[in-house]
């Protein structure tokens, strides 16, 4: 079931088009991610779906209400719409506790309770509770944000970069507990990043943006193994690209034969693999495909560049184990396990 839906939705900034008649459906209850470089208006949606700023054009609904739509505007705090900001956006002067029930009547006899609550739920010591946020670190004063948005008991909640301050294994580690809470608690969930990790690992539903609109959304399995272009293909991962032609469902290319996922036959496509369908083997001069062009040594791993010995214009980019990797010059046997992708 659908919760909320974007139709045609279009914002400008006096020239710049932030955003280009977005069609969106989010489903009840679900990890959707919304990926794309910056600029690119990941912000600027999330500010429309809120309500702290009017589109141009175009409809929203929630559950089934219209929030906005030619003749409605439903006011923000009216949305039951939960936002972490890419700063956090604590208030500076207010304890942490005042911070988090900033939405909460001061008169509510529970209120002291549902705060010690909240921030239990978001891992946070109830000592910290009459601390200032300069008192607290990043990823405490994040957790601290994430809860006051969570007082309003919202029907969703939308994440923009909310750990991008934090460093990698903090990051992690809050992505899984954020991840996991908003799931436990049955709220729909809207993730804005550039890290297209970040965004593989905690949606079921990706959206990939570029110059204000929707390129493509789908399971992150689709995204990742059927982007529509090169461009989406290197977004969301290494991405090999090489030239084939396509005969009897099967794509002819420098290291095989192979099935493709479109059958419809062409003599000049170019399709998509990842580096993980290349399974790589030591060969003679009889059976090798492909010739160590350049090896470049980063620790634990190798990035190799490989070159096609049937058609030279043709290379992949490899990262090996360092332990075993071949020198520069070696022949290789390269397998590809299909399907490939036709782009
Ligand atoms: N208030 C504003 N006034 C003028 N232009 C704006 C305003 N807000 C955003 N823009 C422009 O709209 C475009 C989209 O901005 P937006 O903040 O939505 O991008 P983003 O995808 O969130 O980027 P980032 O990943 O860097 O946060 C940009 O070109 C930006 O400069
Ligand atoms: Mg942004």
Do not use: W
């Amino acid at each position: 079931m659908t919760i909320l839906t974007l139709h045609g939705l279009g914002k400008r900034y006096g020239s710049v088009v932030a955003l280009d008649n977005i069609d969106l459906e989010v489903p009840a209850g679900s990890r959707t991610a919304i990926v794309g470089p910056s600029g690119c208006g990941k912000t600027t949606l999330l500010r429309l779906i809120a309500g702290f700023e009017m589109p141009d054009a175009g409809c929203i609904s929630l559950g089934g209400t219209v929030l906005l739509d030619g003749k409605t505007a439903v006011p923000a705090h009216k949305r039951r719409i939960g936002y972490v900001s890419q700063e956090g956006a604590l208030f500076p002067h207010l304890t942490i506790a005042d911070n988090i029930g900033f939405g909460l009547a001061r008169r509510d006899p529970e209120r002291h309770k549902r705060i010690a609550e909240l921030m239990a739920r978001v891992e946070l010591p109830v000592e910290m509770m009459n601390r200032r946020p300069h008192e607290l670190s990043g990823g405490q004063q994040q957790r601290a944000a994430l809860a006051r948005a969570l007082a309003l008991r919202p029907r969703l909640m939308l994440l923009d970069e909310p750990f991008s301050a934090l460093d990698a294994g903090l990051r992690e580690a809050m992505r899984d507990m954020v991840g996991e809470l908003l799931s436990a608690a049955g709220i729909t969930t809207i993730l804005v990043t550039h890290d297209q990790a970040e965004a593989l690992s905690f949606a079921e539903h990706l959206v990939v943006m570029r110059d204000g609109a929707v390129v493509q959304s789908g399971t992150p399995q689709q995204l990742y193994l059927q982007p529509r272009d090169a461009v989406t293909a290197r977004f969301l991962g290494e991405a090999i690209i090489l030239d084939a032609v396509i005969v009897d469902g099967r794509a002819q290319f420098a290291f095989g034969d192979i099935a493709a996922d479109a059958s419809a036959p062409a003599d000049k496509v170019r399709v998509m693999l990842r580096p993980e369908q290349v399974r790589m083997t030591a060969a003679s001069a009889d059976t090798a495909n492909a010739r160590v062009l350049s090896r470049a040594f980063r620790g634990p791993t190798c990035r190799l560049v490989v070159q096609s010995l049937s058609a030279s214009a043709n290379t992949i980019t490899l990262v090996v184990s360092s332990l075993d990797s071949p020198e520069v010059g070696e022949l290789l046997r390269l397998a590809v396990i299909g399907p490939v992708h036709v782009l």
